[in-house]
């Protein structure tokens, strides 16, 4: 299972507005979706479920990072 903290952490960076950070989630689920989708041998069903789960979780991290920084600097 892929960490997909650091990368969603960084492509946030300087991300203030939550609209451009939900378009940016979707779009980086649409595109892993997409990419799990061609793997070849075709990737159980689990797998992918697993990924996108683990996708998911770095997402609320992030998110919640986010929030504990904004509360703490008010």
Do not use: C, H, W
């Not at 492509?11 to 997409?34: C, F, K, S």
């Not at 990737?43 to 990924?51: A, C, M, R, Y």
């Not at 504990?68 to 008010?74: E, G, L, P, V």
């Amino acid at each position: 299972m892929a960490d997909y903290y650091p990368l969603i952490a960084r492509a946030v960076e300087g991300l203030q507005n939550v609209y451009d950070r939900r378009r940016l989630y979707e779009r980086g689920r649409n595109t892993l979706i997409a990419e799990l989708e061609a793997v070849r041998p075709a990737l159980s069903q689990s797998v992918i479920t697993k990924e996108l789960l683990a996708f998911e979780e770095a997402i609320r991290r992030v998110e919640a990072e986010l929030a504990y920084r904004a509360n703490d600097s008010d």
